[in-house]
């Protein structure tokens, strides 16, 4: 990813609040179905870590992203924010043939 484009995503993770959070069971098959709902839906979330120290906090960040196929944008204290591009959400709708009025005699 483009450090720019990173940059762009950082200022709009800014205002988010954090949709997902581990707790004390850590990254459950559970919580890896929520992430991946929650990219699905908004491509760019914020996820808060809990109860780990500085080096499980990255393990854990860096396991996301891989099974996840999403970049990490940005790390700060316990909340990571994670994006993947969601190429359905940019798929142009498709263009229905526009029916001509018809003419009364």
């Known amino acids: 990813m483009e450090p720019s484009q990173k940059r762009k995503l950082r200022s709009q993770a800014h205002s988010l609040k954090p949709v997902v959070m581990l707790g004390n069971q850590g990254l459950t098959d559970n919580v890896q179905s929520e992430i991946n709902q929650a990219l699905n839906d908004h491509e760019l979330i914020k996820i808060r870590i809990a109860g780990a120290d500085k080096e499980d906090r990255n393990v854990i960040a860096q396991t996301i992203c891989e099974k996840q196929g999403a970049d990490l944008i940005q790390e700060i204290g316990h909340i ?26």
């Open 80 to 105: 990571i924010a994670v994006y993947r591009k969601n190429p359905d959400k940019h798929k142009k709708p498709s263009k229905s043939p526009k029916k001509s009025p018809k003419k009364k005699p």
